[in-house]
C-alpha cells in the first residue's frame, strides 16, 4: 500500500533489488550495532554476540566427517531469532536518506527504490550508488542479474542502469510482495494470474461434490473460503480501482465455486446462489478488504504519509473515470460501502479541561445492550441490515457511535447523551 501511495500520480520510477544470499552474508558486527543503538546491552548483548559469532560446522557423510568450517557472517539457519536480527539490520537500511522523495521499501530481503518523476534521471545513479555503499557497510550484496527497474507513466531510461558495470533489466510487470505490478497499474496480470491459480482449485472443489458420496455444504464452503477466496484477499487492497470487466473475471470464479458448493445447475440465478451460501460480491469484498487495511494502516501510523494522503482524498469529491489514482479509489471504497465516517474518524483525544467525575456522580448517558441471536446464525445481509436498523433508530446530533473489535464482540455501540 505504501509503494501504491507513492505511485498515486501514477508517474516515477521504481527500482526492485534482490541481496544475494542475504540471510548468509549479513554482517554480525552491524546487527550487534544495530541492537545496541536501540538500547540493548549487558548480558544479552552478549549472549547474541555469543549466537552470531564463533559458529563452526561440519558434515557427516556415510560415518566420516569433515573439517570444521567457520562462519564469520550471517545468521543461523533455521533459527526463530534469526529473522528478527536481519531485520534489525534491514532497518538500518531504511533509516538513511536517498534523496529528496525516494524512498526505500523493504519485505524480507526484496528491496523497492521508489523515484519520483522529478529529475528522476539525475536521482537514479545518486540513490543506488548511495543504497550499495550502505549494503556494503552492512555485508549486503546487490545481485544485478535479479534485479530489475520498472517506469510509471514515463519511457524507459536512455541508459540502463547499472551497478559495478552489470545493468540491470528494463521488465513491464514485476511481482513485488505476492502483487504483479504493471506500468500502467492496471493489475490486469495480477487477475490474470488469480483466475490460473483458483481454477485448479475450483476443480478440486468439484471432486468434493460427488453426487451421493461428496461433502458437505458447510465443508466445501469453508474450503472455498480458505483456499480459494483467500489467494485474493490477500492483494485485494490493492484492486479496488479494478476495470469491470476484471471485477467480472473474478466473479465468474466465485460463481463456478458457488454452483460447486451447492451443486446447482447452470440456470440457478448468481443472487440467488449467494444468498444461500451467505457471500457477498467479489467487488464487495474487494471494497470491504480495502476498508479494513487502510483503517488498520491509519492506526497503526497515524502520522505517515499515506494516512495523509488518505485523509486528504476524504475532502475531494468522489472520482470518476479510469485515471483516478489509488489513494482516491481507496477512499471511495469506504464511501462505497457507507463506513467513510467510520474510517476518517479523529482519535479520541481527552479535552484539555476536563475532571473526572466523582465516583458517587449520576452518569451522563446510558448504555442499552439489546441480546440478539448468535451472528453466526444471520448471513452478512440480515448482520448489515440490522446494524443500520440500530443507527437509524439512535442517530442523532448527540449521538456517537463506535464499532468493536470483531474478533472479541461482533456489536455496535450507540452512545447517546
Given amino acids: 500500500m505504501t509503494l501504491l501511495g507513492d505511485l498515486r500520480s501514477r508517474s516515477g520510477l521504481v527500482v526492485f533489488l534482490d541481496l544475494e544470499k542475504a540471510f548468509e552474508l549479513a554482517s554480525p558486527f552491524a546487527i550487534l550495532e544495530a541492537l545496541a543503538e536501540r538500547g540493548i546491552g549487558g548480558r544479552l548483548l552478549q549472549w547474541i554476540a555469543g549466537f ?33 536480527l536481519f531485520n534489525m539490520l534491514m532497518g538500518r537500511l531504511l533509516e538513511d536518506s536517498y534523496g529528496p522523495g525516494v ?4 519485505y524480507a530481503d526484496d528491496l523497492a527504490l521508489f523515484i519520483p518523476k522529478h529529475s528522476h534521471q539525475v536521482r537514479v545513479p545518486l540513490a543506488l550508488g548511495q543504497l550499495q555503499r550502505r549494503c556494503t557497510s552492512l555485508g549486503l550484496k546487490i545481485n544485478p542479474d535479479k534485479s530489475s527497474y520498472m517506469t510509471f507513466g514515463l519511457p524507459p531510461l536512455p541508459q540502463p ?78 484492486l ?15 460463481n463456478g465455486a458457488l454452483r460447486a458448493i451447492l451443486g446447482a445447475p447452470p440456470w440457478t440465478s448468481v443472487a440467488t446462489m449467494r444468498e444461500v451460501c451467505g457471500l457477498p460480491t467479489i467487488q464487495h469484498r474487494i471494497l470491504a478488504r480495502t476498508s479494513i487495511a487502510m483503517v488498520a494502516y491509519m492506526r497503526s501510523w497515524p502520522a505517515a504519509p499515506l494516512t495523509i494522503q488518505y485523509c486528504h482524498a476524504f475532502q475531494r469529491p468522489p472520482a470518476d473515470g479510469p485515471d483516478k489514482d489509488w489513494v482516491h479509489t481507496a477512499a471511495d471504497s469506504a464511501r462505497t460501502l457507507d463506513v467513510a465516517r467510520a474510517v476518517r474518524c479523529d482519535p479520541d483525544l481527552p479535552l484539555p479541561d476536563h475532571l473526572p467525575m466523582a465516583p458517587w456522580a449520576p452518569p451522563l448517558f446510558t448504555i442499552t445492550t439489546s441480546q440478539r441471536v448468535r451472528h453466526r446464525d444471520l448471513l452478512p445481509t440480515h448482520l448489515r ?5 440500530l443507527i437509524a433508530s439512535c442517530y442523532g446530533p448527540s449521538t456517537a457511535i463506535y464499532y468493536t473489535q470483531s474478533w472479541a464482540l461482533n456489536t455496535l455501540n450507540v452512545f447517546k447523551y
Fill in 52 to 84: 552470531l559469532t564463533g559458529r563452526s560446522a561440519r558434515v557427516r557423510f556415510q560415518g566420516s566427517l569433515s573439517t570444521a568450517h567457520a562462519h564469520t557472517l550471517g545468521t543461523p539457519q533455521g533459527s526463530c531469532l534469526s529473522p528478527f
Fill in 103 to 106: 524512498r526505500l521499501l523493504c
Fill in 161 to 238: 542502469l547499472q551497478i559495478d558495470g552489470e545493468p540491470f533489466r528494463y521488465v513491464t510487470t514485476h511481482q513485488y510482495a505476492g502483487v504483479r505490478f504493471d506500468t500502467n497499474l492496471s493489475f490486469r496480470p495480477q487477475v490474470r494470474h488469480l483466475r490460473d491459480r483458483t481454477a485448479a482449485r475450483v476443480r478440486i472443489l468439484w471432486c468434493l461434490s460427488g453426487w451421493g458420496t461428496g461433502a458437505f455444504q458447510q465443508v466445501k464452503r469453508l474450503f472455498y473460503t480458505a483456499a480459494i477466496r483467500s489467494v485474493l484477499d490477500y492483494c485485494a487492497p490493492c
Fill in 240 to 254: 479496488p480501482g479494478l476495470a469491470k470487466s476484471n471485477f467480472q473475471s473474478l466473479e465468474v470464479v466465485q
Fill in 385 to 389: 441490515q440490522e446494524a443500520l436498523a
